[in-house]
């Protein structure tokens, strides 16, 4: 069983920045990466992170969001940057033991942290 922890969710008013955490219960995981959920809205995939480093981004946040990740803590990290209201979502940390996954179908998901961006 692969349990993932995310922390540094919160309230920031726009333009400000928060740095995410999430944190997997065993090493050796391959791809990982973050999804979120606006209220209402559809899920979507954020940005993703490989074993060696190989990143992938949402048009919508490229230039602000940054994911980066430490294979010795087995924790994966999100930086955002310049946020926005619309980035406000449940943001899901995601992982597998596939170092690519097809169509963001990840297997271990986290339980969500709250990120509110006001205006």
């Known amino acids: 069983q692969v349990q993932l922890v995310e922390s540094g969710g919160g309230l920031v008013q726009a333009g400000g920045s928060l740095r995410l955490s999430c944190a997997a219960s065993?090493?050796?995981?391959?791809?990982m990466g973050w999804y979120r959920q606006p209220p209402g809205k559809q899920r979507e995939l954020v940005a993703t992170?490989?074993?060696?480093?190989?990143?992938n981004y949402v048009d919508s946040v490229k230039g602000r969001f940054a994911i980066s990740r430490d294979n010795a803590k087995n924790t994966v990290y999100l930086q955002m940057n310049s946020l926005k209201p619309e980035d406000t979502a449940v943001y899901y940390c995601?992982?597998?033991?596939?170092?690519?996954?097809?169509?963001?179908?990840?297997?271990?998901w986290g339980q969500g942290t709250q990120v509110t961006v006001s205006s």
């Open positions: 995601v992982a597998d033991t596939r170092n690519y996954v097809l169509q963001g179908a990840y297997n271990y």
């Open positions: 065993i090493f050796s995981l391959g791809s």
């Open positions: 992170i490989t074993r060696g480093g190989t990143t």
